[in-house]
């Protein structure tokens, strides 16, 4: 599936710019990765698209998501397995599935991350540009911030992929910086 056929896809079952915004980031973030690893442009495309589609049944079948995306929406399209199996385990407790290849692994420690450093660029008159990764883990310990974002699934993640919790949120504020500053996300 090429990008703006996944972009359809994504705004015919997701109304709220917010979740469309955040589809983006993940999608970006799992890209990024990808190029990081040096990962050949099929293979970065398909990182983007599992960030991108991973909450497609989100707004509309919350009580199913993500089995509802997995097992009824993505199956009409060309969505490889590996990508299927990625967004079953990006939610382990709803599913039962747990993320195992790298494409699972980064798209679980992509997604609550880049949900709370949105958060924090909205409490910021300079969103992404100038925040330090400090103001994130002093936000990750107020506990009444953003208070619906699992700090152990951030931990979780950062232990997946192998890497610190700073290396992890400085990667992602870089990321979206550059993606802000291009006008492709909020
Ligand atoms: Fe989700
Ligand atoms: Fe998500």
Known sequence: ?????????????????????????????ME?????????????HKWWLTGLLHDLDWEQFPDEHPSYAVNVLLPNYEIGEDIL??????APART????????????????????????????????????KVKS?????KTLNFAANVSREDIHEGVRLIDTSLQDHIQYLITVFQQKKLEGLID
Request: net charge negative; aromatic share 8%.
């Open 96 to 131: 039962g599935v747990h993320p195992t290849s790298e494409l699972d692994r980064y798209l679980f420690a992509c997604d609550e991350l880049s949900g709370f450093i949105h958060a924090v660029s909205l409490m910021r008159p300079t969103a992404y540009d100038g925040m």
């Open 85 to 90: 199996h990625a967004i079953l385990s990006h």
């Open 1 to 29: 599936m090429n990008k703006e056929s996944a972009h359809e896809l994504l705004s015919q079952y997701i109304k709220s710019n917010s979740l469309i915004n955040h589809s983006k980031m993940v999608a970006f973030a």
């Open 136 to 140: 994130v883990t002093k936000k990750l």
């Open 32 to 44: 990024s990765y990808a190029l990081s690893k040096n990962m050949d442009v099929e293979t970065t």
